[in-house]
């Protein structure tokens, strides 16, 4: 399990969805970055792109829900 939790990272009018979307995202620009520079990663995407969010070192368009 991931930490820290999503309810942590984002606000209460933020769409949980949008939110996996912009991780998904970031995640996948982790891994060709990566792969452009010849790095090996040491932890997976997915948990880099969690924490990037988590510090506010990444913000994507994640919106109100019905927005």
Same mark, same amino acid.
Do not use: C, H, W
């Given at each position: 399990? =991931?930490?820290?939790? !999503?309810?942590?990272?984002?606000?209460?009018?933020?769409?949980?969805? $949008?939110? +996996?979307?912009?991780? $998904?995202?970031?995640?996948?620009?982790?891994?060709?970055?990566? #792969? *452009? @520079?010849?790095? +090996? =990663?040491? #932890?997976?995407?997915?948990? =880099?792109?969690?924490? *990037?969010?988590?510090?506010?070192?990444?913000?994507? @368009? +994640?919106?109100? !829900?019905? #927005?």
């Amino acid at each position: 399990m =991931l930490r820290p939790a !999503m309810s942590q990272i984002i606000k209460k009018d933020e769409s949980n969805y $949008a939110f +996996v979307i912009e991780v $998904a995202k970031r995640a996948r620009e982790i891994v060709n970055e990566a #792969e *452009e @520079t010849g790095a +090996v =990663l040491e #932890e997976k995407p997915v948990k =880099l792109a969690v924490e *990037e969010f988590a510090a506010g070192r990444a913000r994507g @368009t +994640v919106k109100a !829900m019905g #927005e």
